[in-house]
């Protein structure tokens, strides 16, 4: 196992220790999140009885390969634990996902729970948002070229997300926009300026939501805890 696997391994077995029998579990997307999937399913495996909410088609795919039980029509109003990755994070736990595209479910599941778990490897650590991930928002196809405009007029440089020749598509058949804001000063008012955008389904921060942040460190792990 290389030195990233290993860490993301560490912080995914220091979440997955905190799933208690019977907790609804949200299941984030990602590499790192798709361990946690594995180390529940073992859990599982071995007789421990929870119930998964997955935040991709991918992590229901994966999770339906270990047999854990999950609900797939609609997201319950109320989850446990939620183990997700993330792209970037801030020192007051303020996130930025959506690099694999599935920011829409994870921030719906991520919504719903009690407690938001989000595992990482060393090589991420707290620096502001936007100071090296470009923020994802996902947009509805008809209204893409609008919405580019306007993301330009709050100060990005929109890049349409593609996959080979054509846009990348999401689970709900939406496109994303991957946005370079450089530093971004103030994410709250970010944040709320984007979310107006006629068009805009969902955009990839993630402000006062996460309730723990694991990154696996060499050998070991180390946390931040929202306050
Ligand atoms: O937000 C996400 C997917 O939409 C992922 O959680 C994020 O991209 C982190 O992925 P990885 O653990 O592979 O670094």
Redesign the pocket.
């Known amino acids: 196992m290389d030195n990233i696997t290993r860490e993301k391994t560490l912080a995914a077995t220091a979440a997955v220790s905190r799933i208690k029998p019977n907790m609804i579990v949200g299941l984030?997307?990602?590499?790192?999140?798709e361990i946690a999937v594995q180390l529940l399913g073992e859990k599982v495996k071995n007789g421990m009885q929870i119930t998964g909410v997955p935040s991709s088609v991918t992590t229901k795919k994966l999770a339906q390969t270990f047999d854990i039980p999950l609900i797939t029509d609609a997201v319950p109003a109320k989850i446990d634990i939620t183990i997700?990755?993330?792209?970037e994070f801030d020192e007051n736990l303020n996130l930025i996902?959506?690099?694999?595209?599935?920011?829409l479910h994870?921030k719906i599941v991520a919504s719903a729970s009690r407690e938001l778990i989000i595992i990482v490897d060393s090589r991420k650590t707290a620096r502001p948002l936007g100071s090296s991930f470009h923020l994802p928002v996902e947009v509805i196809p008809y209204a893409h070229v609008i919405v580019e405009q306007t993301l330009c007029q709050l100060g990005s440089t929109p890049k349409l997300r593609r996959n080979n020749d054509k846009p990348f598509v999401t689970d709900e058949g939406n496109y994303i926009l991957d946005c370079n804001f450089n530093t971004i000063a103030n994410p709250q008012k970010l944040a709320s300026d984007i979310s107006q955008i006629p068009g805009v389904v969902e955009h990839g921060m993630f402000i006062g939501m996460a309730t723990r942040i694991i990154i696996g460190s060499g050998e070991t792990t180390r946390e931040l805890q929202a306050t």
Not at 28 to 33: Q, V, Y
Not at 84 to 87: E, F, H, L
């Open positions: 984030g997307s990602g590499s790192t999140a997700d990755g993330a792209d996902k959506g690099g694999g595209g599935a920011l994870e």
